[in-house]
């Protein structure tokens, strides 16, 4: 279950933190469009914060994500989960990680408090399996071979949507 981070954790890996220090990892834009939906959305960075925000239409599709180019992100299979913080505007989020050994995605949401930063942990334990928005019963996720992630509004709602992120970690 995706817990509030109230203690931290000893030796996170930093995947990202939207600044100068820490690795680049290239995000890009996927909306529904692919498949002729109507939402709008994307990201910018700035003062090391990275803005998603956009607006939802469930009248074909219902969905907005931005998604880093594929690397190797360095994850052991000793890492948890990840670690991250976020403040978003009360709907709730996907986050992603993409595998180089499967086309399956793995997805586990995660809520958000409106205007308010949170600290999160998603356990590894909490992804499950997805092609193309159903749920599968495999393959197992394989912590060193991901080398995506992601962050997905698809929540069923139609309106606007706002997340910051100020960093994410694995743990």
Known sequence: MTTP????VP?????????????????????????????????RVDDGVLLFK???????????????RTRDLTLQEQNEGL???VRGDGRTY????????????YWAFFPTVEDEWLELRIPFTEFWPNWRGMRLSGPQLDKPAITALGIMIY?????????????????
């Open 5 to 8: 981070a109230n203690n931290p």
């Open 11 to 43: 030796e996170n890996l930093m995947l990202t933190a939207f600044d100068d220090q820490t690795p680049n990892l290239r995000w890009r834009v996927l909306n529904d469009g692919v498949m002729g939906g109507r939402s709008r959305g994307g990201f």
């Open 54 to 68: 956009g607006a939802t239409n469930t009248n074909g599709g219902g969905f907005s994500s931005i998604r880093t």
């Open 83 to 85: 670690h991250m913080r």
């Open 94 to 105: 996907t986050f992603i990680l993409e595998s180089d050994d499967t086309r399956a995605t």
């Open 155 to 171: 929540d069923k709602q139609d309106g606007d949507f706002k997340l910051e992120v100020d960093w994410i970690k694995s743990y």
